[in-house]
């Protein structure tokens, strides 16, 4: 009696504009439409000018608490390397932790972002690869992706963020 | 219409504004405030009827007035705005209205975007009204459709207190059948309970205790108000989001989950306590439900001091229920936010960086004025406070520190409170002058790019009457009125400054250039607007 079913505990992090909000409102929809108990939580407001920007999100048959409690975290996103020491500690025991560095050969390390468009478009849609890359180490129906991608992005960019979705779950680095 | 049975994935503010279409609300007002926004956006979207009022006490008001025209009204407001509407509401109370009322107020413990973490639990105490607490979306849309039956039953305005955490997090709930609670007909004339003098207000004060004590009877017999049994060696009394954190932190205790607090339903709360050995009431910020139900002879345990600032989560309930001591302060989280690049207010706050000024501070995206690279920033107490703080600075500081002082008020905040403040500037004028900067971006930047009174627009952004803030200083006597762009020369921009900190006079410097963020967000707008109208 009174056990706990198992929750998934989610932590998305990095900068205002990087697209934390984003890749938290994908990764929702979509265990939302795989039928799961989920919730949310994030901070808007001041935290937007340029701030950390760190989102939680919890999954399971029942979720109680919306915030990821203190070192619980089973994946942690993060959009840029730097961002990723704020959060380490959230990360439990055995926990996996994603960051551009977990997709090797996603960026090519020597192009210049000003002049080659496809490494520019590329980082800017580093949340969706990570979320990729997310995307083989849980159980959620590709179908579900699909329609979470597409129902949180405007229609000219599915074509893209599909091709780096498919590019994370390929090049993970498990 | 949508199935009603269908799953939604809401955010409580999303939720609320659901509901209100779901219960027939004839008027949503508000005042932009983090984390209420989203209610009235959420509610026009819906095809709601939504509008920004110039300040909070202002949307109480009108939202007052609907109500007492038969209407359901909704009146939305961060926490600090229920301190500008506190006015109305502690004599609304006393009124009662005939159609139905409900007050959000959005509290932000943790403060991720406020300038304090008051409780307003203790306003719905103070002023007497009721006061539901949801603690996830499914809540925060059944508890709106609750509030503005129960404000229409008993004919009395309902407080509907939501945290950050409550606002913010997006949770699955399911909608029910729509309703109306109540219709606007032929006004009814009751002067007896709407005129508030002396001979009025005696009786209405004890018709409002007699309420309260009915609600409170209903309240201890409410299904809102649940136990879940468990173990009989720990019970918790909880509400809000810090009863989700409680059950994840202690599955084996049981719970008293109080959704009406206030009034508490104290039979129910006391026969709880007798049930189980160790009684623990867990709760963030202010040690309300502890307090209140001591003083009724409940004996509950309350957390350590240590505890009451900012935000719990399941960490923390575990700490608390263990008797731990003070946590840790925890560490500041990553960068800070900061001025946009190319920001407008970055021209503003290196001149008066480098004019070596004593700025007075407000409200807004500007505030950060205060951070490095500028530190551009001496005070910032509330809306509307950069300018009687300033008067206040220039009357008793010697003339030559006096001269130094600046008011910096953006446009959005200098509508919502800053107007007395000038009137009293040019009232009770110091003897070395003054400077009030307005900083006018042309938008609410700080809560997501809300219209207000100076963009000539209203809450779905068509066009309305504008206000002209050189025609309103002047209006009031300030001779000296300067509109000026700060990025276009920042050299005349800095001599301007000079100019009027020189002159002992009382002057208005309009710093006018359109927030870059909004800009571009209403040539979004505007290009789909656009593209919508050439559709077929």
């Known amino acids: ?174 | 219409m949508s199935d009603p049975l269908e799953r939604l994935l809401l955010s409580g503010d999303a939720a609320v504004a659901r509901a209100a279409l779901d219960c027939g609300v004839h008027l949503g007002v508000g005042y932009p405030g983090t984390p209420s926004t989203e209610i009235l956006e959420d509610f026009s979207r819906l095809g709601g009827k939504a509008e920004w009022a110039p300040n909070e006490k202002v949307a109480l008001e009108v939202g007052i007035g609907a109500a007492f025209g038969g209407a359901a009204a909704l009146v939305t407001m961060k926490h600090v705005g229920l301190n500008v509407a506190a006015d109305p509401l502690f004599t609304v109370a006393y009124t009662g209205v005939p159609g139905a009322l409900v007050i959000v107020s959005a509290d932000d413990p943790g403060m991720h975007s406020s300038q304090n973490e008051q409780d307003n639990r203790n306003f719905a105490k103070a002023a007497g009204v009721p006061m539901l607490e949801p603690s996830d979306s499914q809540e925060a849309y059944d508890l709106t459709r609750e509030a503005f039956r129960l404000s229409h039953t008993h004919q009395i305005p309902v407080l509907l207190r939501m945290t950050t955490r409550t606002c913010h997090s997006q949770t699955v709930l399911r909608r029910a059948a729509p309703i109306r609670i109540t219709e606007p007909d032929v006004y009814q004339r009751d002067i007896k309970s709407r005129v508030m003098i002396p001979g009025y207000a005696r009786p209405a004060h004890r018709r409002l205790r007699a309420k309260l004590a009915a609600i409170e009877q209903e309240f201890n017999a409410s299904e809102l108000n649940y136990v879940v049994e468990g173990d009989r060696a720990l019970g918790i009394i909880a509400s809000g989001v810090s009863y989700m954190h409680a059950r994840e932190a202690a599955p084996e205790a049981s719970f008293l989950k109080l959704t009406t607090t206030h009034p508490l339903p104290v039979a129910l709360a006391r026969k709880f306590a007798a049930g189980v050995e160790r009684c623990i009431a867990l709760e963030e910020g202010d040690p309300y439900l502890v307090e209140n139900l001591r003083a009724h002879g409940i004996p509950v345990e309350g957390k350590d001091e240590a505890y009451r600032f900012g935000e719990l989560n399941v960490g923390l309930v575990r700490g608390i229920l263990a008797n731990a001591p003070a946590p840790e302060p925890a560490p500041p989280k990553g960068r800070p936010p900061q001025l946009c690049a190319g920001c407008p207010h970055r021209t503003v706050f290196a001149t008066l960086a480098r004019q070596n000024c004593i700025v007075t501070g407000d409200i807004g995206c500007y505030t950060l004025g205060v951070l490095p690279p500028f530190e551009a920033m001496d005070s910032c107490v509330c809306m509307g406070a950069s300018i009687g703080v300033g008067l206040g600075l220039r009357h008793v500081l010697p003339p030559d520190e006096a001269r130094r002082v600046v008011s910096v008020i953006g446009d959005s905040t200098f509508v919502h409170s800053g107007i007395t403040g000038l009137v009293e500037m040019a009232y009770n004028p110091p003897p070395t002058g003054h400077l009030v900067l307005i900083v006018d971006n042309g938008t609410t930047a700080m809560t997501g790019f809300q219209e207000h009174p100076g963009t000539g627009k209203i809450l779905d952004h068509s066009p309305s009457s504008k206000l002209s803030f050189e025609d309103l200083v002047k209006s009031i006597g300030i001779t000296r009125v300067h509109v000026i762009d700060p990025t276009e020369d920042m050299r005349a921009f800095s001599d301007l400054v000079k100019e009027c900190l020189d002159s002992g006079e009382l002057a208005v410097v309009i710093a006018r250039r359109p927030c870059l963020l909004a800009e571009r967000k209403q040539t979004a707008t505007e290009r789909a607007a656009a593209s919508k109208s050439c559709t077929p």
């Open chain 1, 1 to 174: 009696m009174h056990t706990m079913k198992p929750v998934t505990n989610v932590i998305i992090a990095g900068v205002g504009g990087q697209g934390v909000v984003k890749a938290s409102d994908i990764l929702t929809e979509a265990v939302f439409r795989a039928g799961f108990d989920v919730k949310k939580s994030e901070i808007h407001g001041m935290s937007q000018r340029g701030g950390s920007v760190a989102s939680d999100i919890r999954f399971g048959e029942q979720v109680l608490s919306p915030m990821v409690p203190p070192g619980e975290a089973d994946f942690i996103l993060v959009m840029s390397e730097d961002e990723a020491q704020a959060v380490e500690s959230q990360l439990k025991e055995g926990g996996t932790l994603l960051t551009p560095e977990s997709l090797p050969g996603y960026i090519d390390e020597d192009a210049d972002e000003d002049e080659d468009e496809e490494t520019r478009l590329r980082l800017r849609c580093m949340n969706v690869a990570l979320l990729g890359g997310l995307s083989t180490l849980l159980d959620i129906p590709d179908s579900c992706w699909r329609e979470a991608l597409c129902a949180n992005l405007p229609k000219r960019a599915w074509e893209f963020n599909e091709k780096v979705f498919q590019l994370g779950r390929e090049l993970v680095d498990k």
